[in-house]
């Protein structure tokens, strides 16, 4: 049986922006974990099969179909790929959330056509679902106030779930990407990486200009689940 790590660096005291300011809104206790939780992490969300894979790659293979198909307007799209490829630190948000539009159009159609681009993509929604979940499960230390039960974990060292089940959902997930925000490398760590994630400046810009949400299975156990990052 894997017993998850319980080592911290410290205590991250977070309430969900929606409840900020509500009576009795919860402060949740969530663990900044060290360097080899975040390992322990990392492997356990690999180990249950999530991996996420990097914008590059869905250039990379946007690239590969239109190259392979080769329509009529074949110079038009490779040129849109590129510019989209381009987006940076030092792109306006207006070019960014353009670039985001200009993409989820060439992505929906290329899930449509393009069996490959369609499992990466669902590989990321898989991931998206399952990170955040485990993240909670493992670096959620309790809470103060709120309408909640009493803070248990089980013999594996996760968050029981039925325990977790109470939590709501709007409440879990946010506690999930909150202690993974924490587990970010810090600048110096970020520009020695192979593969950068892009910013939150540009991801929220990007988040703006998509007209889509794609709603995730809902619940809190890792039965059926699976996690991993990369890409």
Known sequence: ???YPQSVSGVDRFTPAALVGKANAPVY????????????FRREVAAAGARFWAPSEFHRLAREYVEQVAPANSEEL???IDAIAAVSEETGV?????AAADW???????????????????DNQHYLTIAPMLAARMFLTGWEGGDLPAFRRGLDGLLLEEVAEQIPDADFDA?????????????????NSVSPQPSRRIRRAMRAASSRKTTAPA???????????HG
């Open 175 to 191: 506690i999930g990407w909150r202690a993974m925000a924490l587990m970010q490398p810090q600048e110096t760590e970020r520009k």
């Open 94 to 98: 207006a070019e960014i959330q353009a």
């Open 1 to 3: 049986m894997t017993v």
């Open 78 to 80: 490779l040129a849109r």
């Open 219 to 229: 619940g809190k156990s890792l039965e059926k689940s699976s996690p991993e990052t």
């Open 29 to 40: 206790l969530i663990g900044i974990a060290t360097r080899s939780a975040r390992a322990v």
């Open 104 to 122: 989820n159009d060439l992505a929906e159609k290329l899930i449509r056509h393009f069996p490959v681009f369609a499992g990466r993509h669902a």
